[in-house]
Nanobody
Framework: QVQLVESGGGLVQTGGSLRLSCAAS????????MGWFRRAPGKEREFVAR???????????TYIGSVKGRFTISRDNAKKTLYLQMNSLKPEDTAVYYC????????????WGQGTQVTVSS
């Protein structure tokens, strides 16, 4: 059974940085598109970033507009780990962040982690 385990969340001041990690098991990691989502208090879960297969050994990335230029999604297929580097954090980035996996090119994500809390203080 696919397992995704996030780590790296915490409390940080405005303008600070955090790096989230997502360790995957029981899947051929390189064959999956991977994503980060978040759910802020009282809000719906929203897409943050995606790493999608682009042919061969390459992947392309997409981001929600509010994090472009501040967040970077990356992956280490050998380690079966997905990352989200978050810089210039803002209070509105406060949320539970979830890692997700899906088959290449699929529009919806099938597998989800348990989430990690990120809190940005003003």
């Amino acid at each position: 059974q696919v397992q995704l385990v996030e780590s790296g969340g915490g409390l940080v001041q405005t303008g600070g940085s955090l790096r989230l990690s997502c360790a995957a098991s029981d899947l051929t990691f390189s064959n999956y598109d991977m994503g980060w989502f978040r759910r802020a208090p009282g809000k719906e879960r929203e897409f943050v970033a995606r790493s999608s297969w682009n042919g061969g050994f390459t992947y392309f990335t997409t981001y929600i507009g509010s994090v472009k230029g501040r967040f970077t999604i990356s992956r280490d297929n050998a380690k079966k780990t997905l990352y989200l580097q978050m810089n210039s954090l803002k209070p509105e980035d406060t949320a539970v962040y979830y890692c997700a996996a899906t088959k290449r090119g699929a529009s919806t994500f099938d597998h989800w982690g348990q989430g990690t809390q990120v809190t940005v203080s003003s």
